[in-house]
């Protein structure tokens, strides 16, 4: 049980016109959640169906668990699980049949009702697939990744399209897999999941990694802490004249500028004076840590919700 | 053990399909039934002609409406007028009119079956009208007998459809319940995500194709039960003959919907596809009518396709009674079907 649960090196996938994952390095440590953060298109969900081996690469070595698709694909098979974007099961199987259906393919498998506790299904058990919310569905997904008792467990967006409520008691199932002592690397586009459940990051765009740390570095390495808001009544106005003003930078985004600080509390003086002179026509005033929303951005330019 | 489970699964996630159920086992059972005792008596509609009355009856009238009796024809007998407006209204197949000194018949020419065998008849009436009249001797009438091409005598309609919808289950079974099934476990993802277990992927192919090999059992074994429990119906040759036979096409069309899948990326362009090739296999090849009266390029085109040769195998058989050695050709171009449709199916099949 020692090395990584999972190291990969120089990942390379073009599909036709389209290069998708453009020299992917990534290791992943035992026991650690791990996520993939960045928007669609990024090349996440490819990276990952690369590792799961569904699709092969074009280029790079990958080690799961120490082993390698080539030598032992079933082997890594039944020892990880694996939550795809969609499951897509029978509309009239319940979450019991499909339990003991998927674990009748591995060899090492956890009890149905073991499973149906860990994702609280216990109610629904019996029910249809197709008469289960979102949020149920998503949990039988999880709980089929985990009917093998896996060492290492991928999940591919896991939370996308659920209400608040629902990712909550996702993100509680997810904290129990760490408990565990499993290793899980998920993708997401949503920045709080990210900071929430992940020990470390890797920051995706364009098909390859911008930054790989934690959470907490991530955001420290940015040297800007913090952000200053001005929110406006309806659309913001250009804030290159200001900007050049005050001598601070002011970027510009839907009906808020963003001005990004070392020292909110030497800006704020300075910027009241400013708007002042100026008569910005702005309403409010919001002081905020910098997110790794801020990452992505202060890295790529890009919105993660582009 | 494996496969069992997976043979298992099919069969009660099937079971719970209420819609499948039904277009699988009731609706070929309805079909046999309904068009079984609609055409019951083998002949189609019965024949008649309408009549137009004569303003001034002559000897010859009487005569001829004798004549019409004795052949059994169904004589309507209605005023000029009233004929007309039964004419116009398209009901009418065949209309006997005075016309100078003799008579006159008027063929609708939407109802050439009909109007066709009834001016024969109305003809050999008059033929033995005429002889009556001249006092002649009786013309003699030559003997009629339907019978299958066999010799056996099974004259009824259901008879004839029963093989008929034997077929058309198995080619229904490879196109939509096998190909169809193929095209959204691909789209929806089915496939992938039993790509990252270790179930061998034979297998769950395996229990697919096996679970469909069951329902078209018990399909066969509820048709030809229905079969003859209302109509009489048996197989008149070998069990095994008959069993190679639906074994031949079990495979054949079940390769078809493999085969077919491979080309749709959508369930909705694979229902396109395949009703492509379902309609003109149903309409065309023999399932529900004799093709005696398509053009004879029609008649080519469908003995070179896997339905209308494999029908007329199964007819040989379940009706008349007859080994496969006279089917050699026949059964080889069925036999080719299969062979180059698995082949391409192996080539193109798709998972993901």
Not at chain 1, 12 to 31: E, S, Y
Not at chain 1, 128 to 146: C, E, K
Not at chain 1, 194 to 211: N, S, T
């Amino acid at each position: 049980m020692s090395g990584p649960a999972l190291s990969i090196r120089g990942l390379r996938k073009t599909f036709p016109k389209v290069l998708a994952v453009a020299g992917v390095d990534l290791v992943v440590a035992r026991g650690e959640v791990f996520g993939l953060l960045g928007p669609n298109g990024a090349g996440k969900t490819t990276t990952l169906e690369i590792i799961e081996g569904l699709t092969t690469a074009d280029a790079g070595e990958i080690e799961i668990l120490g082993l390698t698709w080539a030598k032992q694909g079933q082997e890594i098979r039944s020892r990880i699980g694996v939550q795809l974007q969609s499951t897509s099961l029978f509309n009239k199987i319940t979450p019991r049949e499909a339990l003991d259906l998927y674990g009748s393919y591995y060899p090492k498998r956890r009890g149905t009702q073991e499973l149906l506790d860990l994702v609280q299904l216990e109610e629904k058990a019996d029910a249809y697939h197709i008469t289960l919310s979102g949020g149920q569905q998503q949990r039988l997904a999880l709980a089929l990744a985990l009917v093998n008792d896996p060492e290492l467990v991928f999940l591919d967006e896991p939370t996308t399209g659920l209400d608040p409520q629902a990712r909550r008691s996702l993100w509680d199932v997810v904290r129990r897999m760490k408990g565990e002592g499993r290793t899980v690397v998920l993708t997401t586009h949503y920045m709080d999941e990210a900071e929430a459940l992940c020990d470390r990051l890797a920051i995706m765009g364009h098909g390859q990694v911008i930054a790989t740390g934690t959470p907490a570095s991530l955001i420290a390495d940015l040297a800007i802490p913090s952000v200053v808001e001005l929110t406006f009544d309806g659309a913001a106005p250009d804030p290159a004249a200001f900007a050049a003003r005050l001598g601070q930078a002011v970027e510009r985004r839907a009906d808020l500028w963003e001005l990004p600080t070392p020292d909110p509390k030497a800006l704020l003086p300075r910027l009241f004076e400013a708007a002042e002179a100026a008569a910005v026509p702005f309403q409010q005033v919001h002081i905020r840590r910098a997110t790794l929303e801020d990452v992505f951005l202060h890295r790529t330019g890009r919105s993660l919700r582009e | 053990m494996m496969l069992w489970r997976q043979f298992a699964m099919e069969w009660r996630l099937y079971s719970r399909d209420r819609v499948a159920m039904f277009w699988t086992f009731a609706f070929p059972v309805i079909l046999l039934m309904g068009f079984g005792t609609i055409f019951r008596d083998g002949g189609g509609p019965k024949l008649s002609v309408v009549r137009v009355q004569a303003l001034a009856p002559e000897p010859r009238d009487a005569a001829l409406d004798q004549a019409l009796a004795d052949l059994q024809l169904k004589v309507i007998t209605l005023p000029k007028a009233e004929a007309e407006a039964r004419w116009t209204r398209g009901e009418t197949a065949a209309q006997l009119e005075p016309a100078g000194n003799g008579y006159r018949l008027r063929l609708n020419s939407y109802l050439m079956a009909q109007a066709g065998a009834t001016a024969g008849v109305v003809n050999q009436a008059w033929l033995m009208a005429q002889a009556r009249l001249s006092g002649a001797p009786e013309p003699q009438r030559i003997p009629i007998q339907v019978e299958s091409p066999g010799h056996k005598r099974s004259a009824n309609y259901a008879s004839f459809l029963l093989p008929g919808l034997l077929g058309l289950n198995l080619v229904s079974m490879g196109l939509f319940s096998v190909g169809m099934v193929n095209v959204s476990y691909r789209e929806k993802g089915k496939f992938r995500r039993l790509a990252v277990t270790p179930l061998p992927k034979w297998i769950f192919l395996l229990g697919q194709v096996l679970h469909r090999l069951t329902v078209t059992v018990i399909q066969a074994a509820i048709l030809l039960l229905v079969g003859f429990l209302a109509f009489g119906i048996q197989n008149q040759g070998s069990t095994l003959n008959l069993l190679l036979l639906m074994a031949l096409g079990t495979g054949c069309f079940m390769a078809f919907g493999f085969a077919l899948s491979s080309f749709a990326e959508t369930s909705e362009s694979y229902s396109a596809i395949s009703n492509l090739v379902f309609l003109p296999l149903m309409m065309l090849s023999g399932v529900y009518f004799t093709l005696d009266a398509a053009p004879a390029w029609v008649q080519h085109t469908v003995a070179v396709m896997p339905l209308a040769p494999f029908l007329r195998a199964l007819r040989a058989v379940f009706n008349d009674g007859a080994g496969l050695a006279g089917h050699g050709l026949g059964l080889g171009i069925v036999a080719a079907w299969g062979l180059a449709a698995f082949a391409l199916a192996v080539k193109r099949f798709r998972w993901a």
